[in-house]
């Protein structure tokens, strides 16, 4: 079933169990930090296509997702600095990951953190209370095109920029977020097959 198991870190780390944190967690970012940033941003992966099917979080997704478009690596540098300091009002703190992705983890720590045990993470930590955001990247000044800075697939997921913005709204638990442009088809180039029966295939990264 297209239910991100490829990519499932703990089993004690599903939105069934933290979902209501990490939602504290999302409103706090849209409400007080994303919107002061200038660049676009939607949520995106697990927790896009929970809200695309039913409105509702996936029981397993172990985290919040959310992509922000930027032009260039010294930007993101420069976003996760902007972040960080508007978070020293909140509870909440951030890092910058380069190994496994190129993305900001905003995370209450109060919750603990647990070890990725597969290799493909180099023995990361991860905080149960996350939210993830996911850098796609310009590919030139020539082309409206953005690839995601998520090192693992096996091969390149590169959006074209009409499927993300404008971007749209969404509700997910209740809640509006920001969404691209064409939900379905920014999911089928992410997952490839949306069809609950698809089956992942760790050669293409995508589920067929």
Known sequence: MLTSENNFKNPNAGCNIWGEKRMDLAVYLRDNI??????DWFIENGTLLGAWRNGRFIAHDDDFDIGILINSD??????YRKIESLLMASKYKCRLVNSYACKIEV???????YI???????????HYVTLD??????????????????FLHPTKRVIDKRKLVPTTEIRLENERFNAPNNVKEFLKQIYGSLDQTAKFNPETGFYE
Not at 116 to 126: E, G, N, R, T
Not at 135 to 150: A, H, M, V
């Open 116 to 126: 990725l045990a597969a290799d493909k993470y180099k023995s990361s930590d991860f």
């Open 74 to 79: 010294l930007e993101a540098v420069n976003i």
């Open 133 to 150: 955001i996911q850098f796609y990247l310009k590919l030139n000044e020539k082309e409206d095109n953005y690839e995601s800075l998520y």
């Open 34 to 39: 994303l919107n002061e940033l200038s660049n």
């Open 107 to 113: 995370f209450d720590e109060k919750y603990g953190k």
